[in-house]
């Protein structure tokens, strides 16, 4: 079975930066979209940078832009989250996310994503 594995949160201060890594394991499938989301408690889960099925990187949210950074290393089957310029407002669990299946047009949705991982806390304080 597909497993995500996430890893690199922790606390940063202001106008830091963290990196966050995904890895997967068990895939099968040769094409495989990879997404990363957030959450705060009492609010939706968030979207905030995407590969598609065939790798291509999708526009970033933009909450984020010019700050995220999303890539990935195919051959480990990982995918990063470079977080710069950090703010409190990032303070958020993040989350990767995995299908096989998803469309396009569903990028941004985390109810078309079928593989999530545990979870990974950030916190912007100073």
């Known amino acids: 079975q597909v497993q995500l594995v996430e890893s690199g949160g922790g606390l940063a201060q202001p106008g830091g930066s963290l990196r966050l890594s995904c890895t997967a394991s068990g895939l099968t499938s040769r094409t495989y979209a990879m997404a990363w989301f957030r959450q705060v408690p009492g609010r939706e889960r968030e979207y905030v940078a995407a590969f598609n099925r065939n790798g291509i990187i999708q526009p970033v949210a933009d909450s984020v832009k010019g700050r995220f950074t999303v890539s990935r290393d195919s051959a480990k089957r990982t995918m990063y989250l470079q977080m710069d310029s950090l703010k409190p407002e990032d303070t958020a669990t993040y989350y990767c996310?995995?299908?096989?299946?998803?469309?396009?047009?569903?990028?941004?949705?985390?109810?078309?994503?079928?593989?999530w991982g545990q979870g990974t806390q950030v916190t912007v304080s100073s």
């Open positions: 996310a995995g299908s096989s299946t998803i469309i396009l047009s569903s990028t941004r949705n985390p109810g078309s994503y079928a593989h």
